[in-house]
């Protein structure tokens, strides 16, 4: 047990639909990374979030937003979602600046139909 | 920018020894990860390496050349559990971010 946990565990939406998903860190970890996972490929990197911003990006488009909140938990937003968007989110959380590794959730499956 | 390369597949028999090699390329490097990810599941952790050299844990160990942007997984004593995705991951020295090479589907035979 890693101590991060994501919410909902599983989700189906329709296609052109919003979705939240939620990521609580480890106790004293402050940065939180998300990343998608189609099936048979490596997780892709979004972006990343330290003391509540924005702390680079990977190759997806604005409609995946995230947040960060004061206790380090985050969100993922996505807008506008499309076929492709189905896959496994994870959420990893680490300390900044610590040569230690990045735990991960357990995930999120989303389907979008 | 990063780029990590790792074979898809491969495959090993039940007690034998299997290395998993990663090559990557990286503007600033702050160390490199291995994680287990079997299907359906989250990644776990592995092992880290930061300096050149082997890092050993029970069945598993980890090398790594700094020189070279070369690392491997070495599995020893392999067992039916052992099938799973393997995940070799490096750390920007400049942001922190953990890119992901694509995995190393590895399928254990009896």
């Known amino acids: 047990e890693t101590g991060v946990t994501q919410s909902p565990t599983h989700l189906i939406k329709t296609r052109g639909q919003q979705v939240t998903l939620r990521c609580s860190s480890q106790s004293g970890h402050n940065t939180v990374s998300w990343y998608q996972q189609a099936l048979g490929q490596g997780p892709q990197f979004i972006f990343q979030?330290?003391?509540?911003?924005?702390?680079g990006r990977g190759n997806f488009p604005p409609r995946f937003s995230g947040l960060q909140f004061p206790n380090y938990s985050s969100e993922l937003n996505v807008n506008a979602l499309e076929l492709d968007d189905s896959a496994l989110y994870l959420c990893?959380?680490?300390?900044?600046?610590?040569?230690?590794?990045?735990?991960f959730g357990q995930g999120t499956r989303l389907t979008v139909v | 920018g990063q780029n990590i390369d790792q074979p898809t597949e491969m495959t090993a028999t039940e007690g034998a020894i299997v290395q998993i090699n990663c090559t990557y390329q990286t503007s600033g490097f702050n160390g490199l990860f291995w994680y287990q990810q079997h299907a359906g599941e989250a990644p776990t952790f592995l092992s880290y390496?930061?300096?050149?050299g082997l890092e050993e844990k029970g069945r598993f160990s980890s090398f790594l050349s700094r020189s070279k942007g070369y690392s491997y997984l070495l599995l020893k004593e392999l067992q039916m559990k052992d099938s799973a995705s393997y995940l070799c991951?490096?750390?920007?020295?400049?942001?922190?971010?953990?890119?992901f090479g694509k995995g190393t589907r590895l399928h254990i035979l009896p």
């Open positions: 979030y330290y003391r509540e911003e924005e702390n």
């Open positions: 991951a490096v750390r920007s020295l400049r942001d922190d971010k953990i890119i």
């Open positions: 990893a959380s680490s300390k900044s600046g610590a040569n230690t590794e990045a735990f």
């Open positions: 390496n930061v300096l050149d």
